[in-house]
T-cell receptor, first 113, second 114 residues
Framework: DAKTTQPTSMDCAEGRAANLPCNHS???????VYWYRQIHSQGPQYIIH???NNETNEMASLIITEDRKSSTLILPHATLRDTAVYYC??????????????FGTGTRLQVTL | NAGVMQNPRHLVRRRGQEARLRCSPM?????VYWYRQLPEEGLKFMVY????????ESGMPKERFSAEFPKEGPSILRIQQVVRGDSAAYFC????????????FGPGTRLTVL
């Protein structure tokens, strides 16, 4: 799986949009971009994933550049409960089987009042 | 729908004892993954199992660690003769069949070796 690079930490004011960048310049054509977060030692929580089109769900939006070398996770209205470590993961999906997640160091997002 | 369940949530063992960690996947999920998170470190993949089969154990230490996912019952991660370096949070995840299969994580078991 391709390597990802994320900022170590970010701050965001409550109610504002949190934009978390991820660089994955070596991504292959069959690799998806996944985002998970881990809130204070809890089990990681799936947020969203995408291949090349932008994606949106009830939690967040995922914007992937046209060349797929980078992406941005957007939390449109951050709350204090969004304070967590956010992991950007590039993952190949093999036909008929699932594959492991390779977690990097992630971005520690601190949402403040 | 119940999520992924792990027990015990906290486990204390003395050096040399055995630790057994259990994971019940979400209903309908046939894939189970185990990850380990050492203190102040990121999560590391250990093993991936389907019912009665180990698919990928590339992250498992070669000695003392084993995992199983029997036809009936939970998945078990077993650590024999624990050492202090085994102290960590162990997370289990499950996923359903299919290509677009996000993994759902349990709350973890925190193992402390005295």
């Amino acid at each position: 799986d391709a390597k990802t690079t994320q900022p170590t930490s970010m701050d965001c004011a409550e109610g504002r949009a949190a934009n978390l960048p991820c660089n994955h310049s070596t991504i292959s054509g069959n690799e998806y971009v996944y985002w998970y977060r881990q809130i204070h030692s809890q089990g990681p929580q799936y947020i969203i994933h995408g291949l090349k089109n932008n994606e949106t769900n009830e939690m967040a939006s995922l914007i992937i550049t046209e060349d797929r070398k980078s992406s941005t996770l957007i939390l449109p209205h951050a709350t204090l409960r969004d304070t967590a470590v956010y992991y950007c993961i590039v993952r190949a999906l093999n036909t008929g089987t699932a594959s492991k997640l390779t977690f990097g160091t992630g971005t520690r997002l601190q949402v403040t009042l | 729908n119940a999520g992924v369940m792990q027990n015990p949530r906290h486990l204390v063992r003395r050096r040399g004892q055995e630790a057994r960690l259990r994971c019940s996947p979400m209903k309908g999920h046939s894939h189970v993954y185990w990850y380990r998170q050492l203190p102040e470190e990121g999560l590391k993949f250990m093993v991936y199992l389907q019912k009665e089969n180990i698919i990928d154990e590339s992250g498992m230490p070669k000695e003392r660690f084993s995992a199983e996912f029997p036809k009936e019952g939970p998945s078990i991660l077993r650590i024999q003769q624990v050492v202090r370096g085994d102290s960590a949070a162990y997370f289990c995840a499950s996923s359903p069949e299919g290509l677009y299969n996000e993994q759902f994580f349990g709350p973890g078991t925190r193992l402390t070796v005295l």
